[in-house]
């Protein structure tokens, strides 16, 4: 499963962020939520986590993490919101 977002942070604080919320199950993270919800172990993050585009912030940003969403769900392999996942006809060739 694949949880799709952007962030302005490192990398590295962004995941050392979601960590707390883990330890004392008090996140709205989705992420972090599925980690706990299948009883996955924690990982290092380079083993779970990568990057898909650097790019910046702005509508080429927005609309390259609308497309991994959409394809994620369409795989059935997406975590996000059901309500973040939209269709776009230029992602339908």
Do not use: C, W
């Amino acid at each position: 499963m694949k949880y799709t977002g952007q962030t302005g942070k490192l990398f590295r604080i962004s995941f050392q962020e979601k960590m707390p919320g883990l330890k004392y199950n008090n996140s709205r993270s989705k992420f972090v939520q599925h980690l706990k919800d299948n009883k996955h172990a924690i990982r290092n993050m380079e083993d779970i986590m990568e990057i898909i585009h650097v790019t910046g912030k702005g509508k080429k940003l927005d609309a390259l993490e609308s497309f991994h969403i959409y394809k994620e769900a369409k795989a059935g392999n997406q975590i996000n919101d059901k309500l973040a996942v939209r269709g776009n006809e230029l992602f339908e060739p």
